[in-house]
């Protein structure tokens, strides 16, 4: 289960962290990552971070997000600088998860959480 928060209300130019904290059996942790989906837009991926730290961000927030993960706690989170408008979404955490070391690897999704950008 990946459980988001940090959701809220904001003004243009601040900012924010979501964290994103996994729970349940878990073997190993491979990518995660943050997306969102604003009102009447399709889903998008806004940064992703491997198990190697390794990351990657969505051209839009290049600059003023960025991406970590905790592995000991099973967490990632994304720290949001210089908020504008149009980041206003929800945002959903994503993990390429394997719960035991004989299964597969699985794709979860969090249930998302809110935030909105006053300018």
């Known amino acids: 289960q990946l459980q988001a928060c940090g959701g809220g209300l904001v003004q243009a130019g601040g900012f924010l962290r979501l964290s994103c904290a996994v729970s349940g059996n878990i073997f190993r942790i491979n990518v995660m990552g943050w997306y969102r989906q604003a009102p009447g837009k399709q889903r998008e991926l806004v940064a992703k971070v491997t198990r190697a730290d390794s990351t990657n961000y969505a051209d839009a927030v290049k600059g003023r997000f960025t991406i970590s993960r905790d592995n000991a706690k099973n967490t990632v989170y994304l720290q949001m600088n210089s908020l504008k408008p149009e980041d206003t979404a929800v945002y959903l955490c994503?993990?390429?998860?394997?719960?035991?070391?004989?299964?597969?690897?699985?794709?979860?999704w969090g249930q998302g959480t809110k935030f909105t950008v006053s300018s």
């Open positions: 994503n993990g390429d998860i394997r719960s035991q070391s004989w299964l597969s690897e699985q794709n979860y």
